[in-house]
Structures are given as C-alpha cells and as structure tokens.
C-alpha cells in the first residue's frame, strides 16, 4: 500500500462501488491507515450506503488489525448495484483521513450455477441429434 486517498482539510474521502448485483450481501475490507498516524491522530468514521458506521484508529500496525488500520463490514449493494463508502473525520488531531483499500466479497454477478449451464446444454442435445439425422440423410441421399 504504497499509495492512499486522503483529506487533510478536516473532510471526507467518498467511493462508490458500482456494477454490483442488486441487494446482494457483501463482505467489505475498507484498510485506512498511514505509515505516519499514531495515538489515534488520524481516526477515521466509515459508514456505508449512509447507514452502518464504525470508527477506527487509523494507526498502522505489523500485521493488519481489525479497528486499527481496517475495517470488515458486511453490507448490503443498494437496488441499483451500488455501496457507497463515506470516510470522515470524527474530530481527529491532525483532521485528517486516509484511505489505503477496499477489498469485497460476496455476490459479484449472475454467472449461472454449473447445473444450470448443464440442464441447459441437456435441454438442447434433442435438437442436437435431431439435426445430425436430417445432415446425415442429405448426405446419403
């Protein structure tokens, strides 16, 4: 994480995910801190879709701690496809926000299930056959 979004004029940093599947659940990683943030001087406020909200630390630690440099939230894409992302400053010292990462899981598209591709493909195979006899009787005509 070489590289961040920040606000250092006491504001917000907003994202919008979007091209996801309608009110569909969602695992959502948002990673925060600064190589430079301690005691708690960059504390960020996250809410999502302006609903679920958490504050954290935004200090950075050795390994990855959850409430210190990220956050996991489990949120829901709205009927359009959307969550939206608001990181604040709660009031920090520096009045500052920092933004590393987003990583998501979950429901990403309608790919159809394997046996729906196989029902399909065995719905088919009737007109498959039936075609190969009608080329067959051209050919030996």
Same mark, same amino acid.
């Given at each position: 994480?070489?590289?961040?979004?920040?606000?250092?004029?006491?504001? /917000?940093?907003?994202?919008?995910?979007?091209?996801?599947?309608?009110?569909? *659940?969602?695992?959502?990683? =948002?990673?925060?801190?600064?190589?430079?943030?301690?005691?708690?001087?960059?504390?960020?406020?996250?809410?999502?879709?302006?609903?679920?909200?958490?504050?954290?630390?935004?200090?950075?630690?050795?390994?990855? /701690?959850?409430?210190?440099?990220?956050?996991?939230?489990?949120?829901?894409?709205?009927?359009?496809?959307?969550? /939206?992302? #608001?990181?604040?400053? *709660?009031?920090?010292?520096?009045?500052? =926000?920092?933004?590393?990462? #987003?990583?998501?899981?979950?429901?990403?598209?309608? =790919?159809?299930?394997?046996?729906?591709?196989?029902?399909?493909?065995?719905?088919?195979? *009737?007109?498959?056959?039936?075609?190969?006899?009608?080329?067959?009787?051209?050919?030996?005509?």
């Amino acid at each position: 994480m070489n590289d961040y979004l920040f606000n250092n004029q006491g504001g /917000s940093i907003s994202v919008t995910l979007a091209g996801l599947a309608p009110n569909a *659940p969602y695992q959502l990683y =948002v990673y925060l801190a600064s190589d430079d943030a301690s005691a708690g001087n960059r504390a960020p406020a996250i809410a999502i879709n302006g609903g679920a909200s958490a504050l954290a630390t935004g200090n950075p630690t050795a390994t990855f /701690s959850l409430g210190d440099d990220y956050l996991l939230f489990n949120a829901t894409s709205t009927a359009a496809g959307l969550i /939206s992302i #608001l990181e604040s400053n *709660p009031g920090n010292s520096y009045g500052e =926000v920092d933004m590393n990462g #987003l990583q998501i899981s979950g429901a990403f598209s309608s =790919v159809p299930e394997p046996t729906t591709i196989l029902t399909g493909a065995l719905m088919l195979l *009737p007109f498959g056959a039936n075609g190969m006899r009608k080329i067959r009787r051209k050919l030996t005509a």
